[in-house]
């Protein structure tokens, strides 16, 4: 198996960078397009099948050295028998919104995931079986989930998250816990079928200040990481705008952290310090400027990350859907072909 992105994650020497994107399975992809114009997006999730075949097809296309797994990050929710919908443009909404103790003693938890996430378990390991890249799989963090629920759906100012936070922290406390749970029980499910790493995508904590996140996100994201610290699998965390966050995802647990594309990795690396590799960091939006732009970016990428062992490859953020999907062939092809980092991590 190509192991070039695991030992990356491990800040050990690689024969090449490796790379893989965020949202790679699907958005831009022709082939996810029709087997999502017969199947909706939860179905595909419900189906070993299918979740390989999307899972696999930008490893076929692109070339990259992991593959992350097809799923959302509110499938465990999903999963445990909460009431979430998709809505296409919108994003997950929640029929009952999380404002009172009572809203999170009634939460269902994630009982039994070998049943209710079938689908994603077995898609893991159908393409862990393949033997060709890592399977890289995932969950949403706590806050993030949180936000979804308290707000019903996708927020822009967090206004009843950050309410309920400051106004009701018992309830909050109560909440981040059950959200704990949950995601850790999805991670380890996910790690026993086949994934070897695992990220944490708490996309909208970067709404929070440091203070803020220590005391209210930091403890569940912590014990997450700590529940799947002794499968031996690199752990992840990835959020956005939060370069003011970055040493706080370190010392809770991180092995390789996410960069979107607002800090240079340079910066990222001083504030992480040695012991924590990165991930990133191109701006999606340059892969739609054309291919002098997507390299003089990329360039810029790896001049940033340095000459020491322990740089994934990736965007600041997910593949834009009207990427065209030649300049990220030609994208991983690139990054191949440069000398990979030498120096004594």
Same mark, same amino acid.
């Given at each position: 198996?190509?192991?070039?992105?695991?030992?990356?994650?491990?800040?050990?020497?690689?024969?090449?960078?490796?790379?893989?994107?965020?949202?790679?399975?699907?958005?831009?992809?022709?082939?996810?397009?029709?087997?999502?114009?017969?199947?909706?997006?939860?179905?595909?999730?419900?189906?070993?099948?299918?979740?390989?075949?999307?899972?696999?097809?930008?490893?076929?296309?692109?070339?990259?050295?992991?593959?992350?797994?097809?799923?959302?990050?509110?499938?465990?929710?999903?999963?445990?028998?909460?009431?979430?919908?998709?809505?296409?443009?919108?994003?997950?909404?929640?029929?009952?919104?999380?404002?009172?103790?009572?809203?999170?003693?009634?939460?269902?938890?994630?009982?039994?995931?070998?049943?209710?996430?079938?689908?994603?378990?077995?898609?893991?390991?159908?393409?862990?079986?393949?033997?060709?890249?890592?399977?890289?799989?995932?969950?949403?963090?706590?806050?993030?989930?949180?936000?979804?629920?308290?707000?019903?759906?996708?927020?822009?100012?967090?206004?009843?998250?950050?309410?309920?936070?400051?106004?009701?922290?018992?309830?909050?406390?109560?909440?981040?816990?059950?959200?704990?749970?949950?995601?850790?029980?999805?991670?380890?499910?996910?790690?026993?079928?086949?994934?070897?790493?695992?990220?944490?995508?708490?996309?909208?904590?970067?709404?929070?200040?440091?203070?803020?996140?220590?005391?209210?996100?930091?403890?569940?994201?912590?014990?997450?990481?700590?529940?799947?610290?002794?499968?031996?699998?690199?752990?992840?965390?990835? #959020?956005?705008?939060?370069?003011?966050?970055?040493?706080?995802?370190?010392?809770?647990?991180?092995?390789?952290?996410?960069?979107?594309?607002?800090?240079?990795?340079?910066?990222?690396?001083?504030?992480? @310090?040695?012991?924590?590799?990165?991930?990133?960091?191109?701006?999606?939006?340059?892969?739609?400027? #054309?291919?002098?732009?997507?390299?003089?970016?990329?360039?810029?990428?790896?001049?940033?990350?340095?000459?020491?062992? @322990?740089?994934?490859?990736?965007? @600041?953020?997910?593949?834009?859907?009207?990427?065209?999907?030649?300049?990220?062939?030609?994208?991983?092809?690139?990054?191949?072909?440069?000398?990979?980092?030498?120096?004594?991590?």
């Amino acid at each position: 198996m190509n192991d070039s992105f695991l030992r990356a994650c491990r800040r050990e020497p690689a024969d090449r960078i490796p790379v893989w994107f965020m949202r790679q399975a699907g958005r831009c992809l022709p082939e996810y397009r029709a087997v999502r114009a017969e199947h909706e997006m939860f179905d595909v999730m419900h189906s070993a099948e299918l979740t390989a075949l999307v899972t696999q097809q930008p490893v076929k296309r692109f070339g990259v050295d992991a593959a992350v797994i097809f799923s959302d990050i509110v499938a465990p929710l999903q999963a445990a028998g909460v009431d979430v919908k998709l809505v296409a443009e919108v994003g997950p909404v929640f029929a009952n919104p999380i404002r009172t103790s009572a809203d999170v003693a009634a939460l269902p938890r994630l009982a039994d995931p070998s049943s209710s996430m079938a689908g994603l378990l077995g898609g893991i390991a159908q393409v862990a079986e393949a033997d060709e890249v890592p399977v890289i799989g995932f969950c949403g963090g706590p806050f993030t989930l949180a936000s979804y629920l308290v707000e019903g759906g996708p927020s822009r100012d967090y206004a009843k998250t950050k309410a309920l936070m400051h106004g009701s922290p018992d309830v909050w406390d109560a909440l981040m816990d059950v959200l704990a749970d949950i995601t850790t029980t999805s991670l380890l499910a996910q790690i026993d079928a086949g994934a070897s790493a695992v990220q944490i995508f708490d996309s909208w904590v970067g709404a929070l200040d440091p203070d803020t996140y220590r005391r209210y996100a930091l403890p569940a994201t912590a014990s997450v990481l700590q529940a799947v610290a002794s499968r031996g699998v690199p752990r992840i965390v990835f #959020g956005v705008s939060t370069g003011e966050l970055l040493t706080l995802f370190a010392e809770a647990g991180a092995d390789v952290v996410g960069v979107d594309w607002r800090v240079p990795l340079d910066l990222a690396r001083a504030r992480l @310090g040695p012991n924590v590799a990165v991930q990133g960091n191109l701006d999606p939006a340059i892969c739609l400027a #054309g291919w002098p732009a997507v390299e003089a970016g990329a360039r810029r990428v790896l001049d940033a990350a340095g000459s020491a062992p @322990g740089h994934v490859f990736n965007l @600041g953020w997910g593949v834009l859907p009207s990427t065209d999907p030649e300049v990220l062939t030609q994208l991983v092809d690139w990054v191949h072909r440069q000398p990979p980092p030498t120096d004594a991590p």
